[in-house]
């Protein structure tokens, strides 16, 4: 930091850690940074006071303004406990220590017959029990009144230590955030798996939904496709991460997005495709490559298309996302992304058992797997030639 006064290196290096800051992030989260380092570093602890808002102000060169934007925010986030006439002090100092252990998790997840969540529950369920927990497990079938009765006979009966959920049409308003903030409440630790609402702060243990569609939309270009069809979810959050990536994709390649052959279904028509395949194949005529919402949705693809003459892959490529069994054994066999299933399940109680040993961990996980090359993808550039 050679040539910087020492007031521009206030700005530029976290206060005691040597570390330096990223001048392009806002001031007020290079703020946040630096109490979380703090926090993981040791330096500062569990019901340990803050330095004033003047003090940090001071430290690096802020306005009070900004650092109180930063104070607030990790208030929200549960990071800390600002008292009036007090100060901020780490952690939430109004828990309750007399709280019983009722060694017990309740675990609501979407579906009991999905190929994905079997190996999900197993995981979380070996994790769990190896930990002395038991497991309350409950389905909502992607529905939100069910997932409202479910968190109220959570909240009711008040015997659970904490909460493993994974959201009900996580794209659309929902109408039980007030449950979720009851438990956040009483500090009844919530995480989710596979998506999460955005307007709670909850911590998320998921496939990195973008990046794996960027990468599957790069793969496509890579072998000399570029009119690329996209199919989505439109319930879910999983679908608009998807749809982000595969946009970012065809932008950078500089490929014109066009909406026409994008083609957002729902939960209904997901599990009922042959009813619309007329519909999609003309939405994708034109196209050589299409990136599936997941693999339920390429099989059908493949066996429906198919049917209609559709020569897959000479005359369609498709690429999708889970590596279900199905992806396995249909010809021609998927390529595809695996969704990792039990390791989720695994990692989800893994990172939810340390929040509730400490409530500052951070419980956000990203898993980023690698593409499984198998037939229904060629290049097109060796089929030209």
């Given amino acids: 930091m050679t040539g910087l006064s020492d007031e521009r290196a206030r700005t530029y290096l976290y206060y005691g850690t040597g570390r330096v800051m990223n001048d392009n992030e806002p001031h ?46 990790l208030e929200e986030q549960g990071v800390i406990t600002r008292v009036r006439g007090s100060g901020s002090y780490i952690g939430d100092i109004r828990d309750n220590p007399n709280r019983p252990r009722y060694m017990s998790v309740a675990v609501m997840l979407t ?10 529950v197993r995981g979380i369920s070996n994790v769990l029990e190896g930990n002395g927990y038991s497991m309350q497990l409950s389905f909502t079938d992607n529905n939100v009144r069910k997932e409202g009765q479910i968190l109220k006979n959570l909240i009711e009966n008040d015997n659970v230590d904490a909460v493993i959920a994974e959201p009900s049409m996580s794209a659309l308003p929902n109408p039980n955030l007030e449950y979720y903030e009851i438990l956040k409440k009483r500090h009844i ?10 307007n709670l702060n909850f911590p998320c243990v998921r496939l990195d939904d973008r990046h794996v569609a960027y990468d599957a939309v790069q793969q496509l270009i890579r072998r000399g496709h570029r009119q690329i069809a996209g199919i989505f979810h439109c319930e879910d959050a999983q679908g608009t991460e998807r749809y982000l990536g595969y946009e970012k994709a065809l932008s950078q390649a500089g490929i014109v997005l066009e909406q026409k052959n994008v083609i957002w279904l729902d939960t209904t028509s997901i599990h009922k495709l042959e009813a619309l395949m007329d519909y999609i194949l003309t939405r994708i005529d034109g196209c050589t490559a299409v990136l599936a919402y997941n693999d339920e949705v ?65 419980g956000n996980f990203l898993f980023v797997p690698e593409v499984k090359i198998r037939e229904s993808v060629i290049d097109i550039r060796k089929e030209n030639e």
């Fill in 189 to 198: 630790p919530v995480l989710f798996i596979n998506a999460s609402y955005p």
């Fill in 111 to 120: 579906y009991v017959d999905n190929y994905i969540f079997p190996p999900v």
């Fill in 298 to 362: 390429a099989c059908q693809l493949i066996k429906y298309g198919t049917r209609r003459g559709l020569k897959i892959p000479e005359e369609l490529s498709i690429i999708s996302i889970d590596d279900a069994d199905t992806a396995k054994t249909i010809s021609p066999k998927v390529t595809t992304y695996p969704h990792p299933k039990q390791e989720l399940g695994m990692k989800a109680a893994e990172n939810l058992l340390q929040m509730l040993e400490n409530p500052l961990t951070d």
């Fill in 28 to 73: 007020y989260k290079q703020v946040i940074n630096y109490i979380r380092t703090e926090i993981e570093n040791g330096n500062l602890k569990q019901g340990d006071r803050m330095p004033s808002e003047k003090e940090l102000g001071e430290r690096f060169g802020l306005s009070r303004q900004t650092i109180r934007h930063a104070t607030g925010e």
